[in-house]
Nanobody
Framework: QVQLVESGGGLVQPGGSLRLSCVAS????????MGWYRQVPGKQRELIAT???????KHADSVKGRFTVSRDNAKNTVYLQMNSLKLEDTAVYYC?????????????WGQGTQVTVSS
């Protein structure tokens, strides 16, 4: 079983920056893709960034050029650097990782961290 612990959320003014972290612990054979989603009340969870085991990244158009996903494989950690934050970035942010169990892949989710952008 894998546990994910997120940190780094909070209140920030428009134009500000935050860095989210997500640390995976437990029985981990291999982590493949790691990513970040966000969700606002009444809307579906939105995929905003992924990074695969080789370091290739993808970012949603809504955050491209402002957010950067990265990972530290030695620490089983994925990061999301968020710059030039906008009011519409306000959401609960969730990390997600794809874990190899030795038999198949399964997804594990963090508990979510609130990011509020407000003046």
């Amino acid at each position: 079983q894998v546990q994910l612990v997120e940190s780094g959320g909070g209140l920030v003014q428009p134009g500000g920056s935050l860095r989210l972290s997500c640390v995976a612990s437990g029985t981990i054979l291999r982590i493949d893709t790691m990513g970040w989603y966000r969700q606002v009340p009444g809307k579906q969870r939105e995929l905003i960034a992924t990074i695969n085991s080789g370091g290739s990244t993808k970012h949603a158009d809504s955050v491209k050029g402002r957010f950067t996903v990265s990972r530290d494989n030695a620490k089983n950690t994925v990061y999301l650097q968020m710059n030039s934050l906008k009011l519409e970035d306000t959401a609960v942010y969730y990390c997600n990782i794809q874990v190899w169990s030795g038999i198949n892949y399964y997804n594990s989710w963090g508990q979510g961290t609130q990011v509020t952008v407000s003046s």
